[in-house]
């Protein structure tokens, strides 16, 4: 398993997590989760979302957070052990396309912000499908950086970024607006979508949350900006920002499909 375009590390999870509350909330609720399921978190980093299944399952029930960092186990296992979840929630290393789980184990399985990352989306969806019993329900949550925008007078700029972000920097980066025909193709009923809009006047969270810095670089190295228009967008939303005025935002798509 080679580490993915893009990767991110458990403190950033950490902190994107916080402002993505209400959309998992929702993902949980489609998942219509019960006390005593089993349930799974594909591609569960440090544990975000581990815990508070967790605590709807219950002491009955089972979770398996599944990633396959190495570091975001290990945080993933600490943070279960703190809450003192850890006898019922436990999380290992798999490859999303690959799952070493039986058919039909799980109750509901869902994946956030995962897909973004997968050479074959496919795969791993049809993964997801064994996994969960018939009449289980398989929700999937992703970005789809194809709507990334930010507000400046330089558009040019502005999209050359937006659309290395989306299609190169990331393996699957509109994986978000791609889910809803994924989800056609498999043996799934009742799919239903849901989009949701974010948007940031936060300049330093916009460049934490798009990993600015990298995706930058790598921009600058793949000939798509030069070192002067870079410093001339950088200086440009630094003053939007010192003005009061910077403004971004992106599409979250979530899909979700019953076993049949
Ligand atoms: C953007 S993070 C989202 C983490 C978590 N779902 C959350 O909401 O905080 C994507 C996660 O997918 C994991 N990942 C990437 N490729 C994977 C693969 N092929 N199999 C399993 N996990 C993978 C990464 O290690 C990372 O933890």
Not at 62 to 74: N, R, W
Not at 182 to 202: C, G, H, R, W, Y
Request: proline share 2%; with cysteine.
């Amino acid at each position: 398993m080679t580490q993915s375009k893009g990767y991110v590390d458990p403190q950033y999870l950490l902190a994107v997590g916080n402002q993505l509350n209400h959309i998992k909330q929702r993902s949980y609720a489609l998942m219509q989760i019960q006390l005593g399921h089993k349930v799974l978190d594909l591609g569960c980093g440090p544990g975000t979302d581990t815990i508070t299944l967790g605590s709807l399952v219950g002491v009955n029930g089972q979770v398996i957070g599944a990633d396959y960092d190495e570091a975001m186990i290990t945080e993933a296992e600490q943070r279960a052990e703190q809450a003192g979840v850890n006898a019922w929630v436990r999380h290992q290393r798999v490859d999303a396309v690959s799952l070493p789980f039986a058919t039909a184990y799980f109750d509901s399985c869902r994946s956030e912000r995962l897909f973004q990352h997968l050479l074959n989306p496919a795969q791993a969806l049809c993964e997801m499908i064994r996994v969960t019993k018939p009449g289980g329900w398989v929700v999937v949550l992703d970005t789809d950086w194809g709507t990334w925008s930010t507000d400046s007078d330089d558009t040019d700029i502005e999209r050359r970024l937006a659309r290395f972000l989306a299609e190169t920097f990331l393996h699957n980066g509109c994986s978000g607006r791609k889910l809803y025909r994924l989800f056609k193709q498999q043996m799934l009923t009742d799919i239903s979508f849901e989009v949701f809009p974010l948007a940031t006047t936060n300049y330093a969270l916009a460049r934490q949350v798009t990993q600015a810095e990298r995706s930058e670089r790598e921009a600058l190295k793949a000939s798509v900006i030069t070192a002067q228009e870079l410093q001339r967008w950088q200086t440009g939303l630094e003053k939007a920002d010192s003005e009061g005025i910077y403004f971004s935002s992106v599409n979250l798509i979530m899909i979700a499909g019953c076993k049949k």
